[in-house]
């Protein structure tokens, strides 16, 4: 099955500082690339997703890159702000049996501290 | 629209009994998920349905089992907790046609401790 490696597991970075979370995925087939984040004590909530056809997106001062031949993804937030220190979750979804339904694996997740 | 809502938000079990969490949405989503939550260990899928009357096991299905009798309904049981099965749980739900098929949506969560 799909198996996504998430690094680093702790990022400290100061207000202003862009911070970058990267992830590794081991299926080829997977096509659909989310990332999650999660306030303390709050529910995952999608912040931004990219899929397999398109190479970057950007989405204010965040920004996803795919990487389809290394099977990477990274996630890039600039201008870094207080609200931002939470916990960032990559994930990836393998299409099954020909449909567009696939399951998501998560990756292990990151904690972002942005100190004022 | 409430999305995804989950109950209840917290229990605390003893070894050996049994519970069920509810998961319900109001979005009518075909797809709905249960993960587990565990420090260090990302979201861990328990079980999925593709549809009312249909499921099938993620990764670690093993002391869990679910039902879907209702489309907007997602339950997932514990007949004999463990304290292996302290985490906190996760439902969610997604569409079901073409592109939109992939972004989940999260309930707020239940936190189980079992003693």
């Known amino acids: 099955g799909e198996n996504v490696e998430q690094h680093p597991s702790t990022l400290s970075v100061q207000e202003g500082d862009s911070a970058v979370i990267k992830c590794t995925y081991s299926d080829s087939a997977s096509n659909y690339f989310p990332w999650y984040k999660q306030e303390l004590g709050k529910r995952p909530q999608l912040i931004i997703d990219i899929r397999s056809n398109v190479g970057e997106k950007k989405d204010q001062r965040i920004a996803v890159t795919l990487n389809k031949t290394a099977k990477h993804f990274s996630l890039h937030i600039t201008e870094t702000q207080p609200e931002d220190s939470a916990v960032y979750f990559c994930a990836a979804n393998t299409p099954s049996g020909g449909t567009s339904y696939g399951k998501l694996t998560f990756g292990q997740g990151t904690i972002l501290t942005v100190h004022p | ?11 605390v079990l003893k070894t050996g009994q049994s519970m069920t969490l509810l998961c319900a949405q109001d979005m009518n989503h075909e797809y709905m998920y ?40 997602f339950l997932l049981g514990l007949e004999s907790a463990a304290p292996s099965q302290t985490s906190v749980y996760f439902c969610a739900s997604s569409y079901s046609l073409g592109a939109r098929t992939d972004t989940q949506y999260f309930g707020p969560g239940t936190r189980l401790t079992v003693l």
């Open chain 2, 34 to 73: 249960w993960y587990r939550q565990d420090p260090g260990m990302g979201l861990r899928l328990i079980h999925y349905s593709v549809g009312e009357g249909t499921t099938a096991k993620g990764e670690v299905p093993d002391g869990y089992n679910v039902s879907r009798l209702k489309k907007q309904n």
């Open chain 2, 1 to 11: 629209n409430a999305g995804v809502t989950q109950t209840p938000k917290f229990r």
